[in-house]
């Protein structure tokens, strides 16, 4: 059975760092891409960022791009997002995602 | 980036009802759109992908469909679990994007 788990969520204050962590099980992790997705508060889905099986590869939305970094460690099964520079408009639930399959997400609150 | 123009915003529906939502995508995604449900607190679930292919273990009620450049999905039947917030997307090309979502409810 395919499962993710996000963890590394929380309150930050403006300006600082995050970096959340997506545990990978049920499949061979290094054979696929994965993504991260994220959703404001009563708002809707927005994708983040993607990188490739072999982490060779990254892909960001313009509003993230210098700021986070998507990263994975295929001998831990394990995909990050480094997060810096966190503005209150990063404030969402951010997913971890495989195509169809999600993690259950993990809330981030840029606050002071 | 393409814009996916999802309608309605909302729309309460009764039991066994026929429901169809809409996605117009800015332009060409060919059959690169799928469809998510999502309730409450929870992460969203694949219903459609490919614009007319069931996921696994989706009900035979919900159905996708193209027409020219406009995607449509189709619950027949509505059922009590079928309430939640509905989200088409496109995978054509980057960056992926979502529609605005439609919150169904039941009347």
């Known amino acids: 059975e395919v499962q993710l788990v996000e963890s590394g969520g929380g309150l930050v204050q403006p300006g600082r760092s995050l970096k959340l962590s997506c545990a990978a099980s049920?499949?061979?992790?290094?054979?696929?891409?994965m993504a991260w997705v994220r959703q404001a508060p009563k708002k809707g889905l927005e994708w983040v960022a993607t990188?490739?099986?072999?982490?060779?590869?990254?892909y960001y939305r313009d509003s993230v791009k210098g700021r986070f970094t998507i990263s994975r460690d295929n001998a831990k099964s394990t995909l990050y997002l480094q997060m810096d520079s966190l503005r209150s408009e990063d404030t969402a639930t951010y997913y971890c995602?495989?195509?169809?399959?999600w993690g259950q997400g993990t809330l981030v609150t840029v606050s002071s | 980036d393409i814009q996916m123009t999802q309608s309605p915003a909302s729309l309460s529906a009764s039991l066994e009802e026929i429901v169809t939502i809409t996605c117009q995508p800015s332009?060409?995604?060919?059959?690169?759109l799928s469809w998510y449900q999502q309730k409450p607190g929870k992460s969203p679930q694949l219903l459609i992908h490919?614009?007319?292919s069931l996921a696994d273990g989706v009900p035979s009620r919900f159905s996708g469909s193209r027409s020219g450049t406009q995607y449509s999905l189709k619950i027949n039947r509505l059922q009590v679990e079928d309430t939640g917030i509905y989200y088409c997307?496109?995978?054509?090309?980057?960056?992926?994007?979502f529609g605005a979502g439609t919150k169904l409810e039941l009347k």
């Open positions: 995602a495989r195509g169809r399959y």
């Open positions: 049920g499949f061979t992790f290094s054979d696929y891409n």
């Open positions: 990188i490739s099986y072999d982490g060779s590869s990254t």
């Open positions: 332009q060409d995604i060919g059959n690169y």
């Open positions: 490919s614009a007319t």
């Open positions: 997307l496109q995978g054509y090309s980057a960056p992926p994007t």
